[in-house]
């Protein structure tokens, strides 16, 4: 395997300090997301539940490089639930936390 030459680390260097992620918003932009999912994501299109947000990840010329979706903790989840050794009670109190940021 050849190392990569000065000019072209540089140059690599460069296009991922243009790569941005922005936040969408527009219906628009999520059904794009989904059309995006539907047809290169593994499982197809996986609706998110709840509360969402959605991103794309640009390169300098706003091109989409990528998507990330986020979306609120499932309400109930046995697996989870017993994993984190959850009585229904707890469940309740701790699900809708959210943590602070510093």
Known sequence: MTKPSGAT???ASVLLAEVQIQLLSTS??????R???SKHHYLGDVRAVGEQLFYAIT???GDWLGVLVFCAASRRL???DHWINWSEEQR???L?????PP
């Open 59 to 61: 390169d300098g010329r």
């Open 35 to 37: 059309r995006l999912l």
């Open 92 to 94: 309740r109190r701790r």
């Open 9 to 11: 680390s540089c140059a």
């Open 96 to 100: 809708p936390c959210r943590r602070n």
């Open 28 to 33: 628009k932009e999520k059904a794009r997301v």
């Open 78 to 80: 046995r697996a989870r």
